[in-house]
């Protein structure tokens, strides 16, 4: 077998084999094929697409080019989500303690954030003490005894993915729709869960800018997670709007306390039982509303803040900053948006939101940036709220004095502001199951 017919068949459009693709995946992975190549096979792939069949095939042959996460002990229990990402999106701190108070058991692997978009394992980091890294045998013992493990993605977890996604951003396809399919379920396929919740967010803030691509991602992710023994539902919602009110790292764990003491019950609240509804519904082979009715009751009864804590005190973190979250260092300045006129947010750019935020210190623009836990943007308004001139809108927090005028800026020109109150756009677009 050759690589060079593999790349003359896919450009003249016909349907690779199984064992071709693995072929390519494989020997790209043992750096055997060389990037040139790869990268005709990306590009091949952008023009020509890809079978279901194929894009399973790709999937799975990434999934097996590294370490495979053994979760068998744990029988139709384990759950997991993902998120194709956003900002002010700390549902797994919420959502993971509420389906492992209800018996799940959540062992997941989450990265770090880059860009526009956080990251919860630099959210978790934020509580003092968290242990972001353990062994594999450490994981499966709190998975036992907790309910719950969250660590950063292991180094050796579909390798192939990760050196193919740094060819495709080079290479002008990282939009490409069996590639994106592939790229994110054989991450989940290899981490181990039998069942996977995708949140696929769609908007300003997202990946995906337009609704019918997202559909398109989430029917995709939802049949090849199918075709690979799982059992799968995709949860479509909304990122024109920032979620929540709080964007970085410790004040989105703040947030995050306050949706699990029942304090707070809105977009966040919303989307979060959502999700975890779906997660639940999935293990425990249940209706989505009778699941809905549990997640709702975890959290009013106590159970899930509890289960929060418990799982981080097992994790090395200090469950105080959990139990009083006031702990939290809040930054040495901080900055007042003020209102000029009076109107409406009629629209909010939630991806320069999350820039302005990155500016602040939370969140890297390169993957070598140090991230201020503390930094960030709470907001006092959103997309549909009335303001009269001299309102607060926002306020920024930084270490760093001198982004404050830039970041105030960015965040600013994010606003669309409107005379008339604006047509709202629902929290949740569609569930695909």
């Known amino acids: 077998m050759r690589m060079y017919d593999i790349l003359l068949k896919k450009r003249r459009g016909f349907e690779l084999t199984n064992d071709e693709i693995d072929f390519f995946i494989q020997g790209y992975t043992r750096g055997e094929i ?23 095939a790709l999937t799975m042959s ?32 919420i959502i993971c303690p509420i389906v492992a108070s209800l018996g799940g058991r959540v062992a997941k692997m989450s990265g770090r954030g880059l860009g526009h978009t956080g990251g919860t394992v630099d959210k978790l980091e934020a509580i003092p003490g968290y242990r972001t890294s353990m062994s594999m045998d450490e994981f499966m013992d709190q998975v036992e005894t907790v309910g719950l493990a969250l660590i950063g993605q292991t180094g ?4 192939a993915d990760k050196k193919l996604y740094a060819l495709r951003d080079v290479t002008a396809t990282v939009d490409c729709m069996p590639l994106i399919t592939s790229s994110i379920m054989s991450k989940k396929i290899a981490a181990g869960s039998k069942n996977i919740v995708l949140d696929v967010k769609t908007g300003s803030g997202a ?7 997202s559909v398109e991602l ?5 049949r090849i997670g199918k075709a690979c023994g799982r059992n799968v539902t995709a949860v479509i919602t909304d990122m024109d709007t920032p979620l929540g009110y709080n964007i970085g790292n410790s004040l989105e764990v703040i947030e995050a306390v306050k949706v699990l003491n029942g304090c707070q019950k809105d ?24 699941a809905k009715a549990l997640v709702e009751d975890s959290i009013e009864s106590g159970k899930a803040i509890s289960k929060m804590v418990e799982w981080v005190k097992a994790q090395g973190g200090d469950p105080s900053f959990i139990i009083d979250p006031d702990k939290f260092r809040t930054c040495t300045y901080k900055y007042d948006v003020i ?7 009629g629209a909010m750019n939630a991806e320069e939101i999350g820039k302005a935020a990155c500016i602040l210190g939370a969140g890297r623009i390169t993957k070598d940036d140090k991230i201020d836990p503390e930094a960030g943007i709470i907001l006092a308004k959103k997309k549909g709220d009335h303001f009269g ?32 109150e604006p047509e709202m756009t629902p929290l949740i677009a569609k569930i695909i199951r």
């Open 389 to 420: 001139k001299g309102d607060l809108l926002a306020t920024l927090y930084t270490d760093k004095k001198d982004t404050l005028s830039s970041a105030s800026e960015i965040f600013l020109g994010a606003l669309t502001l409107s005379s008339a």
């Open 218 to 222: 989430a029917n995709n992710m939802v």
């Open 267 to 290: 977009d966040l609240y919303e989307v979060s039982v959502a999700l975890a509804a779906e997660m639940t519904s999935l293990f425990m082979n249940i209706s989505a509303n009778e």
């Open 34 to 56: 060389p990037d040139y190549q790869a990268s005709a096979f990306c590009m091949a792939v952008c023009y020509s697409g890809m079978t279901e069949n194929e894009i399973t």
């Open 207 to 213: 990946f995906m800018k337009t609704l019918d691509d």
């Open 62 to 93: 990434m999934a097996n080019s590294g370490d495979m996460v053994d979760l068998t002990r744990f029988g139709n229990l384990t759950v997991d989500k993902h998120s194709t990402g956003g900002v002010g999106d700390k549902t797994s701190l």
């Open 156 to 159: 050796n977890l579909a390798p």
């Open 339 to 345: 209102a000029n006129e009076d109107g409406y947010i």
